[in-house]
C-alpha cells in the first residue's frame, strides 16, 4: 500500500507543479515567450510572503493579498519595459534577457537573503492532515495547494475561452498584425497576460515557500519542474499542463519511493521519455496559430 | 470634403518601392474599386491606409485628420476596417468568436452578429467551426463580416475574390450592397475586373505602383482598362 | 533596361574574402600566439600561466556558445554538461584508462562529442526557450548520473592524479601551452568551418531555416554537426578546467554558472562573430579579477550589463569597434568591392544576428 499512498502524494504534488507552470504555459501561449526567469520569480514571492508574515505576523494565505498584486505589477512592468523590447528584436534576444534577470534576481536574493534555507511558517497546518484509508494520508496544506492549482487552472481557461480579453490574446497569440487590425494594441495585452502569468507565480511561490524550505538557488529547479510539466502535458494546452505537473509529481515520488534520493531523477527520466516519445506532450493543443 | 485622401504617397518594402507617388480620393458614401495586376501595389495601398505600412513620403487624411504617424489598432476606432490579403482569420478561434473579436473596437451601428448572420447566412450555419477547419469562401464571409462588426466609415476589402471559386464570389458580393445601403464607403481592391466594374462607383488601376487610369465604370472601354491594366 | 547600381561594365566589381585589416589581424594574431608560447620561458610566472589558461578556457568556452547562440541560432543552457564531461573524462582516462594527462583530453572530447551525438536526438526535439531549458534538463540528468558512478567519487568528486610525477613548474607549463594550443584550435577550427561551404550553410540556416532548407541545406545534419561540435570544445574547456585545478567536484563543473559566463562573454563581446568571444572572454576575465570582492552583486551587474546589451547594442563590443563588420580579422564573409579604389560597402556573414 506504499505504492497507492506515493501515488496520491505524487497527485497532490502535481497540483502545486501545475500551480507553477500555468504561469509560464500562458506566457508562451500568448507570446510565443518562454521566461526563463519564471522560477526566480516565483522564489521571489516566496521570500516577499516570509517577509511579511515574519514582520507583520499575517497568516500566510492573508499574504497573497499582497504578494499576488505586487507580483501581478511587476510582471506588467517587466513586459512594458523590458520584455516587449526583447521581443522587437532578434530571436535570441527574449531567452538571454530573461536569463540575466533570473541572473539578476537570484543573485540580489542571495545578497539581500544569504543562502540560508528558509521557509514560510503556517504553524499548526503544516503538520495537519487527513486521515482517507488507513494507509494514505493526505496533508490538508498540500491538498489546500492540489485544490488552489485546479481552480487556476481551470479559472484560466475559462478566461482564455469566454472573457473579451481572453479572447483578444488568443487572436493575438494566433496572428498579432490581424488582431491589429482590430484595434488590439499588443503591448498592452502582452504586459496583461505577463502580469496574470507572474501574479499567479506569486501565488505559486508562497505555496511553495510553505511547503519546503527554499533559498535564492531554488529557482532554478523551480523553472525545470514548471516546464517539464508543460512538456509533458503539451504545448498549448492548460489541462494538458495540469496533467504534466501530476504526471511529474507522481513520478518523482513514486521513483523516489523505488530509489530512494533518485525521486527527482526519476522525473526528468520521465520527461525525457515524453520528449522521446510523444514529443509533442500528452494532451497538444490540435490547432497551430 | 472626401472621407480619404492619400496625397502623392511613395511607399517602399525595405529598398524596394511598390507605390510611385499615388493619389487617390474617395467622398462618404462611395465605392472605389482599385483594379491592377499582381504586384501592381493594390495591397500595398490598403495596408497603407490601415497602417500596416508606413509611406515614406506624402500624406494620408482620414476625415481631414493626417494619420500617418497613428498605429494600425489606433486606426480602427477612427473607423477605418480593412479585410486583409488572404482573410487572416484566427485559425484557433471559431468563426464567431472570429466576429466577436471585431468587435473589440466598440463603435456603435447598425452591425452586430445577427445583423451580419442575416446577410451572410451562409456563416451562420457555420458559426462554431474553427476558423482552421472553414472553406474558403467561408473565411472571407467571416473575414468581412469581421471587419464589419466595428462599424466602420470605410471597408477596405483586398482581393475578397481570391482563390475562391466564382460562385462563391458572386455570394460574397451580393452581400455588398446591403453594406453600401448603410451609408459605409466602400474600397474594393481586385484582380477581377468585371466584379469591381460591377460594385463600384469610380474605378482607379495601378500598374507597377502607379496609377495609369481613373473614372467611372460607364465612361471606360474594355480597350482602355485592358491597355492600362497591363500597360500596353 | 536601367543602369545596375553596381555601374555598368562586369569589371567594375569584385569580390574578396579578405581586406588588409584581415592579413594585419592575422599577422598580430601569429606574433601574439608566439609571445604567449614563450612566456613560460621568459616572463610569465606560475600563477600568470594558471590565470592564463582560465582566460583561453573562458575564449574556448565563448566561442563554443557562440558557434550555437551566433552561427546556428541555438540558445543552449545546458552546455556545462560537457565541460563536466570533459573534466571527468580527462580524469577517467588518464588516470584509470591510464592515457596520460596529454593523450586523455582527446579522449575527453570524444566521450563529449559522443554524448552530444545521442542527446541530439532528444534536444532537437524542442526549440528556441524550450530548447534551452531542455539542454539545461539534459546537464542536470547528465550530473545526477555522473554522481551516481563510484569509480568517478560520486558525489564527492575526485583529483587528477596523472601529473603527480611531474614537478610544478613542469605540470603548469605543460597545462598551460595544451591551452595554448587549444584556444588557437578551437579558434582556427570554428574560423575555417564558418569560411567554408558547410559555414554559409550554417548562416544561411541561422539567419532562414526554411529558406535553407529550401537550398538544400540539411537543416537537422547541419545543426547536429554544430552542436557536435560545440560539445567537443566544450569538453576541451572541461578538461583544461581539471588539468588546471586537479580537482573535479560535481557541482561546480556541471554548474549553470558556466553557461551564463558563456552566455555573458558572448553578448558582450559580440554575437556572430569570431571576435567577439575572444573580446568577451578578455572583458569577462579582467571583470572578474577587479569585481571579485563584490559577491553576488558582481553577477547582478553583469546580469544588467547583458541585458542593456542585448537589448540595444546587440553586435556587442566588437561590434562597436568594428562598425558593425566593415573591420574583420577573421572574415568569414565575402565583400563585393564596387570600385577596387572605394572601401568594401558590404559586410555579409559576419553578424547580422
Known sequence: ?????????????????????????????????????????????????????????????????????????????????????????????????????????????????????????????????????????VGVFPL????????????????????????????????????????????????????????????????????????????DVTLIFAFEAVIIGGLGSLWGTLWGGIILGVAQVVGAQAFPSSGVLLGHIVFLLVLAFRPTGLFPKVVNG | MALLEIENIDVFYGDVQAIFDVSLSIEEGQ??????????????????????????????????????DVPPHRRVPLGIALTPEGRRIFPSLTLEENLLVGAHTKRSGYWNLSTLYETFPLLADRKSRLGTNASGGEQQAAAIARALMSNPRILLLDEVSLGLAPVVVEQIYAALPAIVEQGTTVLVVEQDVNQAMKVSDRVQCLLDGRTVLEGKPSELSRERIASAFFGI | MTTSAFGSSPAAVKVKRSTVASYVGLAIAIVLVIALAIGPFAFLTKGNQQNLVTLFTYIIMGTMWNLLAGYAGMVSIGQQAFIGIGAYGIVYAADQLGVGPIAAIPVAMVIAGVVAYLVSFLAFRLSGGYFAIGTWVIAEVIKLMTTQIQILGAGSGISLTAFSGYKPAIRIATVYWMALAAMVLAIAVTYLLMRSRLGTGFTALRDDPTAAATLGVNVTRSKRIIWVAAAMGCGLAGALLAANTLRVQPDSVFSVQLTATMLFIVVIGGIGTIEGPILGAIVYFTLEHFLVDLGAWYLVILGVVAIIMVLFLPQGLWGLISGRGRISLFPTGYRLMTNPATPPTVATQDNAV
Not at chain 1, 506588467?76 to 526583447?86: I, K, P, S
Not at chain 1, 543573485?107 to 497546518?125: C, K, M, R, Y
Request: charged letters at 10%; aromatic letters at 6%; glycine letters at 10%.
Open chain 1, 1 to 137: 500500500m506504499q505504492w497507492a499512498n506515493a501515488v496520491v502524494q505524487g497527485v497532490i504534488l502535481g497540483g502545486l507543479y501545475a500551480l507553477l507552470a500555468a504561469g509560464l504555459s500562458l506566457m508562451f501561449g500568448v507570446m510565443r515567450l518562454v521566461n526563463l526567469a519564471h522560477g526566480a520569480l516565483a522564489i521571489v514571492a516566496a521570500y516577499l510572503g516570509m517577509v511579511l508574515v515574519n514582520k507583520t505576523g499575517l497568516p500566510p494565505f492573508a499574504t497573497l493579498l499582497i504578494v499576488v498584486p505586487v507580483m501581478a505589477l511587476v510582471g506588467w512592468v517587466l513586459q512594458r519595459t523590458l520584455l516587449n523590447t526583447a521581443l522587437n528584436r532578434q530571436s535570441l534576444a527574449p531567452i538571454l534577457v530573461t536569463f540575466g534577470l533570473a541572473v539578476i534576481i537570484q543573485n540580489l536574493l542571495l545578497e539581500i537573503f544569504t543562502a540560508d534555507n528558509q521557509s514560510i511558517d503556517v504553524g499548526s497546518l503544516a503538520g495537519a492532515s487527513i486521515q482517507i484509508t488507513p494507509d494514505i494520508a
Open chain 1, 144 to 219: 489546500i495547494t492540489f485544490i488552489v492549482g485546479v481552480l487556476v487552472i481551470a479559472g484560466l481557461q475559462l478566461y482564455l475561452a469566454k472573457t473579451t480579453t481572453g479572447r483578444a490574446m488568443r487572436a493575438t497569440s494566433d496572428d498579432r498584425e490581424a488582431a491589429a487590425l482590430m484595434g488590439i494594441d499588443h503591448r498592452n495585452l502582452y504586459a496583461l497576460a505577463t502580469a496574470i502569468a507572474i501574479g499567479l507565480v506569486g501565488l505559486a511561490g508562497v505555496f511553495l515557500g510553505v511547503r519546503t524550505q527554499f533559498n535564492p538557488t531554488f529557482g
Open chain 2, 31 to 68: 465605392t472605389l474599386a482599385v483594379i491592377g495586376a499582381n504586384g501592381a501595389g493594390k495591397s500595398t495601398l490598403l495596408k497603407s491606409i490601415a497602417g500596416l505600412c508606413t509611406p515614406a513620403t506624402g500624406e494620408i487624411r482620414f476625415n481631414g485628420e493626417r494619420i500617418n
